[in-house]
Nanobody, 121 residues
Framework: HVQLVESGGGSVQAGGSLKLSCAAS????????MGWFRQAPGKEREPVAGIYIGAAITQYADSVKGRFTISQDAAKNTVYLQMNSLKLEDTAMYYC???????????????WGQGTQVTVS
């Protein structure tokens, strides 16, 4: 079992920046791949960015490439999402997710945080 605790988020003007954090506790085997999904009102949840803990392997949605950066502190089992050049369309609830593999993560087969709201105006 994995517990995920998110922090960060909030409101920002277009062009601004925010940083999200997600700390995992519990089974490290079940949280080898961690990252963020987001869901805007009326839209389906979509993957944003993910990273293998302890390895330099990342995955980004095309819509955020060049603007968002995912990073990690493997010792703390924590991942960060630095979001720059935010756009109105980045407004959504952002959820941290953890899984055993990238495939499981992409298929939403894992553990979820409670979500943190990001609002761009």
């Amino acid at each position: 079992h994995v517990q995920l605790v998110e922090s960060g988020g909030g409101s920002v003007q277009a062009g601004g920046s925010l940083k999200l954090s997600c700390a995992a506790s519990g089974s490290t085997a079940d949280s080898k791949f961690m990252g963020w999904f987001r869901q805007a009102p009326g839209k389906e949840r979509e993957p944003v960015a993910g990273i293998y803990i302890g390895a330099a392997i990342t995955q980004y949605a095309d819509s955020v490439k060049g603007r968002f950066t995912i990073s990690q502190d493997a010792a703390k089992n924590t991942v960060y999402l630095q979001m720059n050049s935010l756009k109105l369309e980045d407004t959504a609830m952002y959820y941290c997710a953890a899984a055993r593999t990238l495939t499981d993560w992409a298929r939403s087969r894992g553990y979820w945080g409670q979500g943190t709201q990001v609002t761009v105006s």
